[in-house]
C-alpha cells in the first residue's frame, strides 16, 4: 500500500456515460450479449465439429473396423 | 523413456527443443532480479501466493541483490545448464540435453504455480505447456502442434466479451489500437477473434493454400502484437509457430493408440481450466475470481482504486489510496486482500481493524465498488468458487464515478 497522489481523475457522476466509443461501437454496445451468444455458437460449433468429427469419429471407424 | 528418441529423430522436434532453450532463456532472464520469488519479499508481506497455496511465502528460501545473491547464483546455475543443454544438442547427445532442459522446466513450472501469483503471464503458460508436451509426452509433433492451435482456440473464451466485441479495450485507450484508426478497433478486434477461434484450426490442414494463409496472418499477427507487449511474448510463441506450421510443416494425423492416452488428457485438463472461470458466478473481469486458471491475455482494460482505512487498537487511524490506471494491471481483489492480510497478520496485536473499499473500472466503464468491507482482516479468500465479499454485476455495486481515457504500461 502506498500513499502516492492520485492520477486517476474521476469524472463526475452527472450524465457522464462512457465518452470513449466511436464509429459502431455505441450500436455493437447495445447488442453486446447477443453478439457474444453468437460468438459462443461458433465456439461450440467450432469445438463439437472437431471432436466429432476430427477425433471421435476416427476412434469409432477404427474399433469397429477391428471388431470386423 | 520420455519418447526421447522421437527427438533424436525428427528435426522439427529438435528446432522446438532450440526454441524452448530460447524461452527459457527470456523467462530467466524477466525473473532474475524480481523480489517476488525471495525471502526478503516474505519478510516485508510484499511476497503473493496462489489462491490455492497461501502460504507460499513460507516455501521462498532465495535472496536477489541487494540483500543477498542466491537468487542469481541459481539463475546463473541454470544459464549454464541451458547453455550446457545447447552444447549437448551440437554433440547429438538428446537424453543428456532432455535431462538439462527439465531443471529449467521444473524451477519454471514450480515458480509460475507454486512459488508467486506474481509472476505468471499467459507466455509463461505457453513455455509450460510447450515444454511439457516436448519433454514428457509421447507423439510430440501431433500433440505439440494440437496444444498450439488449442491455446489460440482457448484463448477466445477469454475475448468473448465486450472488450474485444465492441473493442473497448483500446478505446478506452489514450493511444487506441496501435497504427489503425478507431473506428476500425471492433473490424480488427472481431477478426482476431475469428481468426483464433476457426482459422487457426486451419494451420492443421492438409489444404496447403490455407494453412500457409492462416500462418501468414499469425505471424503477422504476432509481430503486431509486440507493439504493446513487446519482445518476450512473440519470443516465446513465434519460433515455435514457424518451426511447427512454416519450416517443418507437415499433416500429421490424430494418434488414438494407448500412448496417446497422456497427450488427451492434457488437453482434457486445457479444457477444464479453461472453463473454470466460467463456472463461478460473476463476470470474472469483474471479480476476475478464476481468472488466472485459464488463458486472459487481454481480457478487459483494468483501471482501480483500492482505499483502506487502518484503526489501531491505540486509537490511531491512517488512511492509504492505491490507483492503477494501467491496462494491463489485472485490479485483482485477491491481490489486494492477500496484502491487507500480511498487514494484519503482521500487525495483530497493534491493529483493530482494516476498513476496505475497491473501485474496478472495466473496458472504460463505470467505477464500480465492488468490495467495501467494515474489517478486512476477517476476510478468506477461497480460490475456486466465488466469495460473497466481493461484489458481482448482478449485486448492483454502486458507481462511484467515471474514469479517463487510460495507458498501456
Not at chain 1, 463439437?48 to 471407424?61: C, D, E, M, S, T
Not at chain 2, 488437453?267 to 471479480?287: F, N, R, S, Y
Not at chain 2, 486509537?315 to 494491471?329: L, M
Amino acid at each position: 500500500m502506498n500513499n502516492e497522489p492520485a492520477f486517476i481523475v474521476l469524472k463526475g457522476l452527472e450524465g457522464n456515460e462512457p465518452t470513449h466509443l466511436v464509429g459502431l461501437q455505441p450500436l455493437l454496445l447495445s447488442h453486446a450479449d447477443s453478439l457474444a451468444i453468437g460468438w459462443w455458437l461458433i465456439f461450440f460449433t467450432t469445438f463439437a465439429y472437431l471432436l466429432v468429427g476430427k477425433f471421435l469419429w476416427p476412434i469409432v471407424r477404427r474399433y469397429s473396423r477391428t471388431t470386423e | 523413456m520420455f519418447s526421447i528418441h522421437e527427438i533424436e529423430q525428427q528435426p522439427v522436434l529438435q528446432w522446438v527443443f532450440g526454441a524452448t532453450i530460447l524461452s527459457y532463456f527470456l523467462a530467466f532472464h524477466a525473473w532474475i532480479d524480481t523480489q517476488a520469488t525471495t525471502i526478503d519479499a516474505f519478510a516485508r508481506g510484499t511476497h503473493l501466493c496462489w489462491p490455492h497455496f497461501q502460504s507460499c511465502g513460507e516455501w521462498l528460501f532465495l535472496r536477489a541483490l541487494p540483500n543477498g545473491y542466491s537468487q542469481t547464483l541459481l539463475y546463473m546455475f541454470l544459464f549454464g545448464t541451458l547453455a550446457l543443454a545447447i552444447y549437448c544438442m551440437h554433440k547429438k547427445d538428446w537424453v543428456a540435453a532432455h535431462l538439462l532442459l527439465v531443471l529449467s522446466f521444473f524451477w519454471h513450472a514450480a515458480v509460475i504455480f507454486f512459488l508467486t501469483y506474481a509472476l505468471a503471464g499467459n507466455y509463461d503458460y505457453y513455455v509450460f505447456l510447450l515444454a511439457f508436451t516436448l519433454l514428457f509426452l509421447p507423439h510430440k509433433e501431433f500433440f505439440l502442434k494440437l496444444v498450439f492451435v488449442l491455446l489460440y482456440f482457448l484463448s477466445t473464451a477469454a475475448k468473448i466479451h465486450e472488450t474485444w466485441i465492441v473493442g473497448t479495450y483500446f478505446s478506452a485507450l489514450k493511444t487506441g489500437l496501435p497504427l489503425f484508426p478507431d473506428w476500425s478497433i471492433p473490424f480488427w478486434t472481431n477478426l482476431v477473434m475469428f481468426m483464433e477461434m476457426v482459422a487457426a484450426w486451419f494451420l492443421l490442414s492438409r489444404n496447403r493454400l490455407l494453412q500457409r494463409a492462416v500462418l501468414v496472418f499469425f505471424v503477422a499477427f504476432h509481430l503486431y502484437s509486440g507493439l504493446l507487449v513487446e519482445y518476450r511474448y512473440p519470443a516465446t510463441v513465434l519460433p515455435t509457430l514457424v518451426i511447427l506450421f512454416g519450416m517443418f510443416y507437415r499433416h500429421t494425423p490424430p494418434p488414438f493408440d494407448r500412448k496417446s492416452a497422456a497427450g488427451w488428457t492434457l488437453v482434457a485438463a486445457m479444457l477444464l481450466c479453461q472453463a473454470a472461470p466460467h463456472l463461478i458466478p460473476g463476470d470474472e473481469k469483474l471479480t476476475m475470481e478464476g481468472n488466472k486458471l485459464g488463458l486472459y491475455m487481454f481480457d478487459a482494460n483494468h483501471q482501480c482504486i483500492s482505499t483502506t482505512h487502518v484503526v489501531y487498537a491505540n486509537g490511531v487511524e491512517q488512511n492509504f489510496r492505491d490507483e492503477s490506471a494501467s491496462a494491463r494491471a489485472r485490479c485483482d481483489p485477491y491481490r489486494y486482500w492477500f496484502r491487507i492480510k500480511q498487514v494484519c497478520t503482521e500487525r495483530a496485536a497493534i491493529l483493530e481493524r482494516i476498513q476496505w473499499t475497491l473501485d474496478h473500472s472495466v473496458n472504460g466503464g463505470p467505477f464500480l465498488r465492488i468490495v467495501d468491507v467494515h474489517d478486512a482482516c476477517t476476510l478468506s479468500y477461497r480460490g475456486f468458487g466465488h466469495n460473497d465479499w466481493i461484489r458481482t454485476e448482478k449485486d448492483s455495486p454502486p458507481v462511484v464515478g467515471y474514469p479517463v481515457e487510460n495507458i498501456y504500461e
